[in-house]
């Protein structure tokens, strides 16, 4: 398969679920623009914002009067609904056939996107998952005890799982549009676990997937919506997952 | 098979032989010679995998990327894209902070 013969036919639909990221999603969106119209990839972003008070959609209107419709479409929800459920909203109306999933936040960067498509063709993999954890990944703004944590859940993760995946809790992913409608469905966590249990019910339904080192810098914007809970709900879905799959 | 039960069987597996040489004593030489080393080996191997853990866990925190590069390069295209955006017409919103 070459990869000319296939760009033509491809559409990428990226999702971005939003809330409160009036100041991010300027930014996120004309970098997403400026970086896959510089590799040329066919593409749409889908804006799903939950109510955002401080003006987000307001915002998104504005984008969307400045690079068109079918380049900025918007889904809007009236109100706060959680990640998991934006992104079945959010495919309903994505006309590509690959999904790329990524944070509004800044903390995942769309230059990394072009990789992610490289990396999917050269194997045709289902997913294609970003990882701080290999090759020339990484973080920014992470102290000891995040790197601790980071790194200590990670261990525990790959030790009892065994995902076959490097990064389990990152969230900047492609999907081939009915792998994602397949593992959506067949996923029982809410919150961020969510993007953990992806990967595994991927490798548990016999999926591939293929990893592109990313970079991730803590939001400068806004405040990070998870909460002290994080931990519990993580321990609480890895033995979840150890149990029943 | 799930991950837990796959744990359970390896386990189940290795306690199994680690009965099967305590219990043998009296008429196995290897084990009466070695009896006090098989008897805690359980204890001493999870010791040596918890200091393997540690190890690799610290190892890790260590040389986790700080990504210097990609923060500075990142500030200066959020530069790039409020310029831009203004000049395509774009309002931003006025922020009290
Ligand atoms: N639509 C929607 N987006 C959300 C919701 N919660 C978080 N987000 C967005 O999801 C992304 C990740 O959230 P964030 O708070 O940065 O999570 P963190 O990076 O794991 O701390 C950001 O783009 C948020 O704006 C929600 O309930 N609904
Ligand atoms: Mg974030």
Redesign the pocket.
């Known amino acids: 398969m070459s990869a000319s013969g296939t760009n033509s036919k491809n559409k990428y639909s990226i999702l971005?679920?939003?809330?409160?990221?009036v100041e991010?999603l300027p930014i996120i969106i004309y970098l997403i623009v400026k970086y896959m119209s510089k590799s040329g990839y066919d593409h749409e972003i889908i804006v799903?914002?939950?109510g955002?008070p401080d003006g987000?959609l307001e915002a998104a209107k504005q984008l969307q009067n400045i690079y068109g419709k079918d380049k900025i479409v918007l889904r809007p929800?009236e109100k706060?609904?959680?990640?998991g459920?934006?992104y079945i909203?959010g495919i309903q109306h994505a006309t590509g056939n690959f999904i790329v999933i990524?944070?509004?936040?800044l903390?995942h960067h769309p230059k990394a996107i072009a990789d992610f498509i490289k990396k999917q063709q050269e194997k045709d993999y289902d997913v294609v998952s970003g990882t701080r954890y290999i090759g020339g990944g990484g973080v920014y703004g992470w102290d000891f005890k995040r790197k601790l944590v980071s790194r200590g859940a990670n261990f525990l993760t790959q030790l009892l799982l065994r995902p076959g995946a490097s990064d389990l809790?990152g969230?900047f992913r492609l999907y081939k549009k009915d792998v994602l409608e397949t593992l959506i469905k067949s996923c029982v966590s809410k919150g961020?676990v969510f993007q953990m249990e992806m990967i595994i019910r991927a490798r548990q339904l016999n999926y591939t997937i293929g990893e592109v080192p990313i970079t991730f810098v803590d939001?400068l914007y806004?405040?990070?919506?998870?909460g002290g809970t994080?931990i519990i709900q993580f321990v609480r879905a890895l033995l979840y997952l150890f149990a029943t799959t | 098979m799930t991950k837990l039960q796959e744990w359970m069987s390896g386990l189940g597996i290795i306690f199994a032989i680690w009965m099967y040489l305590i219990t043998s004593r009296s008429h196995n030489e290897f084990v009466q010679n070695h009896y006090d080393l098989i008897l805690y080996s359980p204890i001493t191997c999870v010791f040596i995998f918890g200091l393997y853990a540690l190890s690799v866990v610290l190892y890790r925190v260590y040389t986790f990327n700080d990504c210097e590069q990609a923060a500075v390069e990142l500030a200066e295209e959020i530069q790039e894209a409020k310029e831009n955006l203004a000049k395509l017409g774009f309002k931003f919103k006025e922020t009290a902070k």
Not at chain 1, 80 to 83: A, E, I, R, Y
Request: without cysteine.
């Open positions: 971005l679920p939003t809330y409160n990221e991010n799903i914002d939950d955002s987000t929800r706060k609904l959680g990640l459920t934006a909203h990524m944070d509004a936040d903390s809790t969230s961020y939001r806004g405040e990070s919506k998870l994080e």
